[in-house]
T-cell receptor
Framework: GAVVSQHPSWVICKSGTSVKIECRSL??????MFWYRQFPKQSLMLMAT?????????EQGVEKDKFLINHASLTLSTLTVTSAHPEDSSFYIC??????????FGPGTRLTVL | QQQVKQSPQSLIVQKGGISIINCAYE??????FPWYQQFPGKGPALLIA?????SEKKEGRFTISFNKSAKQFSLHIMDSQPGDSATYFC??????????FGAGTRLTVKP
């Protein structure tokens, strides 16, 4: 299967700071990338969908000014959590697709905001 | 609104037994139904997927059964092993990749 990487795998930051998470498709061109959020023992909740070179489409209830998504190339998307607060602590997972239905997921990034 | 309903929430099976997880959906526009396996602290990994034009798909010990009229699909894990212990998610999507996940089933296979 196709491989997606995320960096960092975990990050701890202070409240009020910004954190950037990178998502890379290593062996395929991801025309569409997705960002999910997962709380402990819960399902994946879609935050936003981004197509290369276009603005991301955010799900209802997701603050676009707080969760900045950039999909500048076919292999890289970034999620920046701005002015992070403890309630933003979560497991963030990206996925990519090359135009088929199948989404390939990254290993996730655990964010802890102190 | 949960578009894909998954049950049971947790499941305990003896080694060698059959694990069965069920999902139901409402949106008839869904046309792709994957199952994902997730280990703690890891991202989901695609296990097997099916489209509504077939009623069953088998890959190794994993089988998806699909009932289009009932809008239900299920995952069967034959000869369950302790290494299969993980959380399993069903999902459904339309052609525009709008994928919705079930709530997940935590499977424990006892040796």
């Amino acid at each position: 299967g196709a491989v997606v990487s995320q960096h960092p795998s975990w990050v701890i930051c202070k409240s009020g700071t910004s954190v950037k998470i990178e998502c890379r498709s290593l062996d395929f061109q991801a025309t569409t990338m997705f960002w999910y959020r997962q709380f402990p023992k819960q399902s994946l909740m879609l935050m936003a969908t981004s197509n290369e070179g276009s603005k991301a489409t955010y799900e209802q209830g997701v603050e676009k000014d707080k969760f900045l998504i950039n999909h500048a190339s076919l292999t890289l998307s970034t999620l920046t959590v701005t002015s992070a607060h403890p309630e933003d602590s979560s497991f963030y997972i990206c996925s990519g697709t090359s135009g088929t239905d199948t989404q390939y997921f990254g290993p996730g990034t655990r964010l802890t905001v102190l | 609104q949960q578009q894909v309903k998954q049950s049971p929430q947790s499941l305990i099976v003896q080694k060698g037994g059959i694990s069965i997880i069920n999902c139901a959906y409402e949106n008839t526009a869904f046309d792709y139904f994957p199952w994902y396996q997730q280990f703690p602290g890891k991202g989901p990994a695609l296990l097997i997927a099916i489209r509504p034009d077939v009623s069953e798909k088998k890959e190794g010990r994993f089988t998806i059964s699909f009932n289009k009229s009932a809008k239900q699909f299920s995952l069967h894990i034959m000869d369950s092993q302790p290494g299969d212990s993980a959380t399993y998610f069903c999902a459904a999507s339309t052609g525009n990749n709008d994928m919705r996940f079930g709530a997940g089933t935590r499977l424990t296979v006892k040796p």
